[in-house]
């Protein structure tokens, strides 16, 4: 049914202690794991920070539908789901090598014995093969989502159970910063985050104790790292923290591969349409607009890429694409992607001049790139047509169809990347929260800045990787390394 575009009121719902039944309107799962989108969720309410828990009281909670609860220490959505997360959790562990490898080798030793560490990152069957890594390796771990829309509720449901304390659930619009709260009330000596909520929060929040008692945290993210870089810039970085994001095992197969794929798996999943001989905008030709380009080219569409800088654009020239300002892009596009990290990508103008039945969404860490306000401003009604996939009917008659309320679609109509390619980012999430407790460990204090990733924990990572593949490389012999560093060799 169609229902007219107003914002709805918040509600405030008392809530039990401890309950169990999902009610019949909350939003869920389907058992096969792929998530099912609420129809008119408050979409993009930008979360607000929750009230500090005082003298140890918690705060109540804002959402809606029913939880599985421990006050303290989990709060899911259905803690009965949790044996259809644990086959997830198996299936995820068996194409992750390189983490399962390192969780074996320093198991004898325990790092994270006597630390605690807080999570913010999206809660999928990889991120729970990571925390369960922690949690083997000693840590007292406490984990929250890191989006609304991209916890798998059977996999949260199944940490829970293995112990782990947890606040995520799907389709957390209004308690989103309450989850994070709760994992601070753990008084997390290391920091892990998706998009700098958790670091944020602890800096605005909780100061003297991010100066005093953190050690340090690491940021696996584009979006999160350049809000890092600008923190640590202002002088506002109360302790160190690594640019996970920037590793080359990282940003080099995670932001191009992993988002190639999980990017057009959202897309098909929310809406079956065929790429071949489409027109396929994708707003911003970095890392992530790059691997959703290449995909979408292989899968047979024509390719436009809007950019804001000239290397990036000449890039796409010479992937045979075209490269145009969105103005002109809006009119062609059949599929509009964002990749860019910057907000107010696509918005009314461009709404106005797109071609009828155009599909939009969004693969950029926030849901701030396409402006759905004002889509909202020039639509007469929206009605959910399938999971995932808005209808928007403009008052100039044309219909166009949103993804995911405009949040990463890889992550909330898919399931995010393969497990294969997070093995290498969580490898480096791993390590460099073996760095930090080690340095602390050894009494060393790291400056409280944003700290690169060591190349040679990319070298170990990818041999690792290349090992698990059953892969050979060559080695350079003694004459030949010579010959490389002998400035007189020449024709
Ligand atoms: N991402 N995690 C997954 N399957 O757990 N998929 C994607 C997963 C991360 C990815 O590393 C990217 O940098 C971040 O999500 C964007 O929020």
Redesign the pocket.
Same mark, same amino acid.
């Given at each position: 049914m169609a229902t007219a575009i107003k914002k709805a009121p918040a509600k405030a719902v008392a809530k039990k202690a401890v309950t169990t039944n999902v009610q019949k309107n909350s939003v869920k799962n389907g058992s096969n794991g792929i998530h099912k989108n609420g129809a008119n969720g408050a979409a993009n309410a930008a979360p607000k920070a929750a009230p500090k828990a005082v003298a140890g009281k918690i705060p109540a909670k804002k959402g809606t539908g029913s939880f599985s609860e421990v006050a303290g220490k989990y709060c899911v959505r259905d803690i009965k789901q949790a044996e259809e997360g644990r086959k997830l959790i198996e299936w995820a562990e068996s194409r992750m090598p390189v983490l399962m490898h390192i969780r074996e080798k320093y198991k004898k030793a325990q790092p994270f014995k006597g630390l605690r560490l807080a999570g913010s990152?999206?809660v999928?069957k990889?991120?729970a093969v990571l925390v369960e890594t922690f949690a083997a390796l000693g840590a007292d771990v406490s984990w929250s989502g890191? #989006?609304p829309l991209s916890t798998n509720d059977p996999v949260a449901a199944a940490l829970a159970k293995g112990g782990i304390s947890i606040f995520a659930w799907y389709g957390n619009h209004e308690d989103f910063y309450w989850c994070i709260e709760r994992t601070i009330d753990l008084k997390p000596h290391l920091t892990l985050d998706?998009?700098c909520d958790l670091i944020n929060t602890v800096h605005e929040h909780y100061a003297d104790f991010a100066k005093t008692q953190v050690i340090g945290g690491t940021e696996?993210?584009?979006t999160g790292v350049h809000r890092l870089r600008s923190r640590a810039a202002a002088g506002k970085l109360f302790y160190p923290v690594f640019a996970v994001?920037d590793a080359e095992t990282?940003w080099d197969f995670? #932001?191009v591969y992993?988002t190639g794929q999980?990017t057009l798996d959202g897309i098909l999943r929310a809406t079956s349409v065929m790429l071949a001989g489409k027109t396929f905008v994708v707003a911003g030709h970095g890392h992530c607009g790059q691997g959703v380009a290449k995909r979408a080219k292989g899968m047979g569409s024509n390719i436009i890429i809007t950019e804001i800088k000239a290397t990036s654009a000449m890039k796409g020239i010479l992937e045979g694409y075209r490269v145009m300002s969105m103005d002109d892009a809006a009119k062609e596009g059949d599929i509009f992607c964002t990749a860019t990290g910057v907000k107010d990508i696509i918005r009314k103008q461009h709404f106005l001049s797109m071609k009828n039945g155009a599909i939009i969404c969004n693969t950029g860490?926030y849901d701030a790139e396409i402006n759905l306000a004002e889509l909202a401003s020039v639509a007469k009604n929206k009605r959910t047509i399938r999971p995932n996939c808005e209808e928007y009917t403009l008052k100039n008659g044309k219909k166009i169809f949103v993804l995911a309320e405009g949040r990463?679609v #890889?992550?909330a109509a898919a399931?995010?990347?393969p497990?294969e390619v997070?093995d290498m980012?969580f490898a480096n999430q791993l390590m460099c929260h073996i760095s930090l407790a080690e340095a602390h460990k050894a009494g060393k204090k790291l400056p409280n800045q944003v700290i690169d990733i060591d190349p040679a924990q990319d070298e170990f990572i990818a041999e690792t990787k290349l090992r698990t593949m059953g892969m050979k490389m060559d080695k350079l012999s003694k004459e030949q390394l010579r010959y490389i560093n002998d400035y007189n060799a020449g024709t």
């Open positions: 990152l999206h999928t990889e991120t890191c #989006n998706d998009g696996e993210t584009t994001n990282k995670d #932001n992993g999980s860490h990463l #890889n992550l399931e995010g990347h497990s997070m980012s």
